[in-house]
């Protein structure tokens, strides 16, 4: 799968190699990568390879199909806004596209019999989101 074609932006996932003890690396991949069969992920310092289970790959695949979805709704979203109550009653309104490109994405899912922080990093969104 063609992430260009499918997502419109290159989507980035990264996580920190397992062998923590031992190694400092960020092992870094492109979200559309997953569908390939062969498919491994290798930590650039240490050179560790990470093979993804069937579970894993299914939902970080779905994760592509979120992103996906949020750049096909990239229009709806320019008119969205998320309210926040702040000090005094007041409701502050934050554009919807402007919290996406604001807040760092995470996804904790389990990889063996670790729980591991998957870091999304998506490509910004066009200027003709913030009108």
């Not at 695949?61 to 000090?87: F, N, P």
């Not at 019999?113 to 200027?127: A, G, T």
Request: with cysteine.
């Amino acid at each position: 799968m063609n992430s260009e074609g499918k997502l419109g932006a290159k989507a980035q996932i990264d996580f920190h190699c397992l062998d923590s003890e031992n190694c400092d690396g960020v092992v870094k991949f492109n979200l559309a990568e997953i569908c390939d069969e062969d498919f491994q992920a290798v930590c650039p310092k240490c050179h560790r390879a990470y093979e993804l289970d069937e579970a894993l790959r299914d939902k970080l695949s779905r994760m592509m199909k979120l992103v996906a979805a949020i750049r096909d709704a990239e229009d709806i979203l320019g008119d969205s806004s998320v309210a926040v109550t702040v000090a005094g009653a007041k409701e502050v309104k934050i554009p919807y596209a402007l919290l996406l490109t604001r807040l760092n994405t995470l996804i904790t899912l389990n990889f063996g019999d670790k729980k591991v922080d998957f870091h999304l990093w998506i490509e910004p969104s066009s200027p003709e989101t913030f009108r």
